[in-house]
């Protein structure tokens, strides 16, 4: 009979021929990815579809091993700086990261292989002011595999679960960030999640800093259902309201809402009332 560690060895060789099976072809708006890979990580264009390969196979190989919910990897969201660079909030935010003197802090929730933390080094901010954080070691990992900084990089990367309260490993956050961003992260969760994950936001946020912020965008499609997850501006406010209840702070909440016939995406900001 077949142990568990045998079909796992199973399911991973499956994997790891499936993606060797398949040649990657990189949707158009990995473009800025690749020009990040090349100019922060100084790989070969010619060698990049033969990284990215890579990337996915190790991922496919630990899905075949935990199963990650999450379709940011296959999909190749996670090659995808368009959101990002397109916002105007963060053009803002780094900006300001890069103001001579700054001592402020950046935070990427729900990071993932670390993208965004990488185009802000590379965007000319310090990087000992940058961190990430996901769920999944795995993917902090990937994203040292892909970028190629290990031992090179001053920025922090954390595996923690922000929706577990007593996850002491996100501890070192408390109280030393300035701008946390969640891109595509909020909208996984329900509310109730997505209140346990703001009111941590709230603790890794500076206490003396009355210009800490959050940003970020979500999206999802127009099926019935997903309001629970794309909160609409007056549940936002009405979140945050919450969120400033329940830790004795005060939020003023701004988001903007772009529908197409099949989508909802919003960008949103949440700032500190002093
Ligand atoms: C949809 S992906 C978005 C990744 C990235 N922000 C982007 O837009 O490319 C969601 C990310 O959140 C992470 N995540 C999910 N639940 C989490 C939790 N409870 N705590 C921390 N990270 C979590 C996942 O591992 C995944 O990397």
């Given amino acids: 009979m077949e142990t568990p560690e045998g079909a796992a060895t199973n399911r991973r060789a499956e994997a790891t021929q499936d993606a060797r099976s398949h040649a ?45 919910p999450y379709g940011c990897i296959k999909s190749f969201w996670f090659l995808n700086l368009v959101p990002t660079l397109d916002d105007p909030r963060y053009q803002a935010v780094a900006e300001r990261l890069r103001t001579p003197r700054s001592t402020e802090t950046f935070l990427d929730v729900g990071c993932c292989l670390g993208p965004v933390v990488r185009l802000l080094a590379s965007q000319g901010v310090p990087d000992d002011r940058l961190h990430g954080t996901d769920l999944h070691a795995g993917f902090l990992d990937l994203g040292h595999e892909l970028f190629g900084d290990r031992g090179r990089s001053r920025a922090t990367y954390v595996a923690g679960d922000i929706l577990d309260e007593s996850d002491a490993r996100l501890d070192v956050l408390r109280g030393k960030i300035d701008i946390i961003y969640a891109l595509a992260f909020f909208h996984l969760f329900e509310r109730e999640g997505q209140l346990e994950a703001a009111k941590r936001m709230v603790g890794f946020l500076r206490p003396e800093n009355p210009r800490v912020m959050i940003f970020g965008q979500n999206q999802g499609p127009k099926i019935e259902g997903w309001e629970k997850y794309v909160l609409d501006p007056g549940r936002w406010t009405s979140l945050w309201e919450e969120v400033g209840r329940a830790t004795g702070t005060r939020w003023r909440t701004e988001m903007e809402v772009e529908s197409t016939d099949k989508w909802n995406n919003v960008r949103f900001g949440v700032y500190r009332i002093v």
């Fill in 24 to 68: 990657v072809e990189l949707p158009s708006d990995t473009e800025p990815t690749l020009r990040l890979l090349e100019q922060y990580s100084g790989i070969d264009p010619k060698d990049v579809p033969g990284l990215v390969r890579q990337v996915v196979m190790v991922e496919q190989q630990a899905q075949a091993l935990t199963v990650f």
